[in-house]
C-alpha cells in the first residue's frame, strides 16, 4: 500500500461568531471524568472519501465539499465551545481547568492520498493498524 500522503490544507476551525456566547472567555473545572480522560492522548478522528481520477473531481472537493465541512464544524463547535478551548493550569488553581477564548479552534487537515486498496481503509475486515498511520495528523 502506497504511504504517500499529500496535505492539501492545514487551518483550524473556530466555532461560529453567530452567537454572542462565542464571543466570551470562559472556564470549567475538570470533573472527576475529565481527569481520569485526560491522561491520555487526545482523539483524533479520520474521515475518509473516495474520488474519481479526474481533475475536475478534485476541484469539486476542494472547491465544494472541504468548505462545506469546515462550516458544519464550525456551526457545531457553536454548541460545544469547550471542544476548540485548551487544557490550562492557572497558577495559583489547585486543578486544570478547561480554558475557551474567542478564536479558539480545532485543528483541520485535509489530505490525498493514492492507497493501492483504499476498501481496506474502510471495511469492516481486520487490518494492520500501522497501515492507518500515514493519515494520522
Known amino acids: ?9 492545514t487551518n483550524g476551525v473556530a466555532p461560529s461568531t453567530e452567537s454572542p456566547q462565542s464571543s466570551h472567555e470562559f472556564s470549567l473545572p475538570l470533573t472527576f471524568f475529565d481527569k481520569y480522560w485526560s491522561k491520555f492522548p487526545p482523539v483524533q478522528t479520520l474521515y475518509f472519501y473516495q474520488l474519481n ?7 469539486y472537493f476542494t472547491s465544494k465539499i472541504i468548505p462545506k465541512l469546515k462550516q458544519s464544524l464550525s456551526l457545531t463547535l457553536l454548541h460545544y465551545l469547550p471542544l476548540a478551548g485548551n487544557l490550562k493550569w492557572p497558577s495559583g488553581s489547585s486543578k486544570p481547568v478547561i480554558l475557551y477564548a474567542p478564536n479558539d479552534a480545532v485543528s483541520f487537515t485535509a489530505a490525498l492520498s493514492h492507497v493501492d486498496n483504499f476498501h481496506i481503509l474502510f471495511g469492516n475486515d481486520i487490518h494492520k493498524a ?8
Open 1 to 9: 500500500m502506497s504511504s504517500i500522503v499529500k496535505i492539501l490544507e
Open 53 to 59: 481520477e479526474s481533475t475536475s473531481t478534485l476541484c
Open 130 to 137: 500501522n497501515e492507518l498511520h500515514p493519515f494520522v495528523p
